[in-house]
């Protein structure tokens, strides 16, 4: 009974920002509020893992370090240029998704070779 309650006051909300004038552009302020504090959440971890890792990445090849950074920028351009992408139709869509996954094999790739033992 408490879900369908919760439930009910969710989509009571959703309704009254379809519905009500003006609705829409709250909706968008709401979303564009939502992805600004997941962006910077993510920005507040990898500090936090760059801090405590920080010898770790110090002590990489420079090979494995390049791989690495790399990877992230990748990934981090690909996120800003999601809207482009997207708008550009399906090719876009999947360009999004090959470089998202280039982005993680570069990732996973620097994750293997630290954690290779020679």
């Not at 009254?16 to 968008?28: I, K, M, Q, R, T």
């Not at 920080?54 to 981090?76: C, E, K, M, Q």
Request: net charge positive.
């Amino acid at each position: 009974m408490q879900f369908a309650w919760k439930f009910g006051v969710i989509a009571l909300v959703a309704l009254l920002l379809v519905v009500l004038p003006g609705g829409g552009n709250a909706l968008d302020v709401v979303l564009t509020l939502l992805t600004i504090a997941f962006f910077a959440a993510i920005a507040i971890l990898v500090a936090r893992l760059y801090r405590q890792y920080r010898l770790d990445i110090d002590t990489l090849s420079s090979n494995i370090r390049l791989a690495l950074y790399g990877a992230l920028g990748l990934a981090v351009l690909t996120f800003t240029a999601t809207d482009r992408l997207f708008d550009a139709g399906g090719a876009g869509v999947l360009l999004w998704f090959a470089l998202l996954g280039l982005a993680s094999y570069g990732l996973f790739w620097a994750w293997s070779r630290y954690r290779r033992y020679e």
